[in-house]
């Protein structure tokens, strides 16, 4: 079983990040992330490039498949995928990530959007079920004070369509 995450959009990004430290979060990391979003008729491909890492995936109805890969050459893969796939979503952010708990909480600033916290349930054995990974998020979505009713549905590709 993959990861599982949920986001939220959050207004006062600041407080939400002295929850995270009070509740001794650590390993702050900042990246700029381009993500590549290409339309199929199961779903979508993505290319996600930072300055710290490549990676492609596949998202079928809704959910990240479990088949990831970190390419060798993303420009090339980029310049096929345009080829056979046509006009692509961009989605422009900046990511802060913080870990806590088995959680990673990225907090995005996306263009054109705003600020959005992703909180992610890492499945370190791959032992946990979707819905314990879901519940872990929620948990960690209250602990930090986020209501539920800041809650997206989908992905930032989702929201600029």
């Known amino acids: 079983m993959p990861n599982t995450s949920i986001i939220a959009r959050i207004a006062d990004s600041e407080r939400i990040k002295r929850n ?14 381009t993500e590549t979003w290409f339309t199929t008729e199961r779903g979508y491909l993505v290319l996600r490039e930072s300055d710290m890492r490549h990676e492609f995936a596949a998202i079928v109805n809704g959910k990240e498949h479990s088949v990831r890969h ?3 050459n993303p420009r090339a893969l980029k310049e096929v995928l345009l080829a056979g796939c046509g006009v ?4 422009e952010m900046r990511r802060e990530t913080w870990h806590l708990a088995g959680i ?21 054995d791959g032992t946990e079920s979707e819905e314990e990974l879901s519940k872990r998020c929620h948990a960690m979505l209250h602990l930090l004070g986020i209501p539920e009713s ?3 549905d989908g992905r930032y590709a989702d929201l600029l369509r």
Not at 20 to 33: I, P
Not at 88 to 91: A, C, D, N, S
Not at 104 to 124: C, K, M, P, R, T
């Open 104 to 124: 990673d909480a990225h907090f995005d600033d996306v263009e054109g959007l705003g600020s959005f916290v992703e909180l992610e349930a890492i499945n370190q």
């Open 20 to 33: 995270v430290k009070r509740e001794n979060g650590k390993g702050e990391r900042y990246e700029r992330r």
């Open 150 to 152: 800041d809650l997206i």
């Open 70 to 72: 970190k390419p060798d």
């Open 88 to 91: 692509p979503l961009i989605v």
